[in-house]
């Protein structure tokens, strides 16, 4: 069993989240640091769209405004996501790409970290399964998507499980192509997406599905997880990155 390291459910807004992934990976494929699991939560709230994807298409920008809420460009590829800091953990996995743990085929990588999820969603009573290429259904609906990159010679990983869900926010913040915000269109997507509230019929904390998570990828990958906090090299690389995600030029490049 190997021993990696938990960055355990660290609450920050959008343009440090994404600098800490992107940090522990640059860090990471000169061996400065250990394998890494994190979760954390978004405060505020936010919307985050993938690398290739463009804002302006995707991102109501002035209702992100109204609310408050952060708008990031990820470093993988995907779709938009609304983060609700009330609504969601999101993880994120970061090792060298060659490690035997973790195939190299996309796919079977999705589907691989995806396991994790489902151990972890078991643990509550939540039933679910990979639907490929990256996303996790139960009781036919979406309860996680996910996300990856390959640079630096490591694999980045990241997504999100859905503890609850307010698929009127979602509608107010992305543009959803052909669809106009109405009864209707609600009820269609509430069809589409589950949580693990709304699946269970009960409420479950955010320490349970923390909980839960961990048991699910220490189970999956054969590890022990072990919490630990950033190194200073990647204290300092956040520091830079971060600067990148809150520029326009970042941001809005698409």
């Known amino acids: 069993m190997d021993d990696w390291r938990l960055i355990d459910m660290r609450i920050e807004d959008a343009?440090?989240?994404?600098?800490?992934?992107?940090?522990?990976?640059?860090?990471?494929?000169?061996?400065?640091?250990?394998?890494?699991?994190?979760?954390?939560?978004?405060?505020?709230?936010?919307?985050?769209?993938?690398?290739?994807?463009?804002?302006?298409?995707?991102?109501?920008?002035?209702?992100?405004?109204?609310?408050?809420?952060?708008?990031?460009?990820?470093?993988?590829?995907?779709?938009?996501?609304?983060?609700?800091?009330?609504?969601?953990?999101?993880?994120?996995?970061?090792?060298?790409?060659?490690?035997?743990?973790?195939?190299?085929?996309?796919?079977?990588?999705?589907?691989?970290?995806?396991?994790?999820?489902?151990?972890?969603?078991?643990?509550?009573?939540?039933?679910?399964?990979?639907?490929?290429?990256?996303?996790?259904?139960?009781?036919?609906?979406?309860?996680?998507?996910?996300a990856q990159t390959r640079r630096y010679g490591v694999i980045l990983q990241h997504g999100t499980v859905l503890v609850d869900c307010d698929v009127n926010k979602i509608f107010s913040v992305l543009k959803v192509s052909g669809v106009k915000i109405s009864d209707k269109a609600i009820k269609s997507a509430e069809e589409r997406v589950t949580s693990i509230r709304k699946y269970l019929g009960k409420d479950v904390s955010f320490e349970e599905g923390r909980n839960a998570l961990i048991k699910g990828f220490e189970n999956r990958l054969n590890i022990q997880l072990n919490p630990g906090e950033l190194t200073d090299y990647e204290k300092t690389l956040v520091t830079q990155f971060k600067k990148k995600y809150q520029s326009n030029e970042w941001v809005y490049q698409r």
């Open 15 to 146: 343009s440090t989240q994404m600098a800490i992934d992107e940090a522990i990976a640059y860090a990471r494929v000169s061996e400065r640091n250990p394998n890494t699991i994190r979760l954390y939560r978004w405060n505020p709230s936010a919307v985050s769209v993938g690398y290739f994807q463009s804002i302006l298409n995707e991102v109501d920008i002035d209702a992100c405004k109204k609310f408050g809420f952060d708008i990031i460009r990820r470093i993988t590829g995907g779709g938009a996501v609304f983060h609700d800091y009330n609504g969601e953990i999101t993880y994120s996995l970061i090792a060298p790409d060659d490690d035997p743990k973790i195939p190299r085929d996309i796919v079977s990588s999705y589907k691989l970290i995806c396991g994790c999820l489902i151990d972890g969603l078991k643990e509550l009573g939540v039933e679910s399964e990979f639907k490929p290429i990256n996303d996790i259904i139960a009781g036919g609906r979406k309860i996680s998507g996910n």
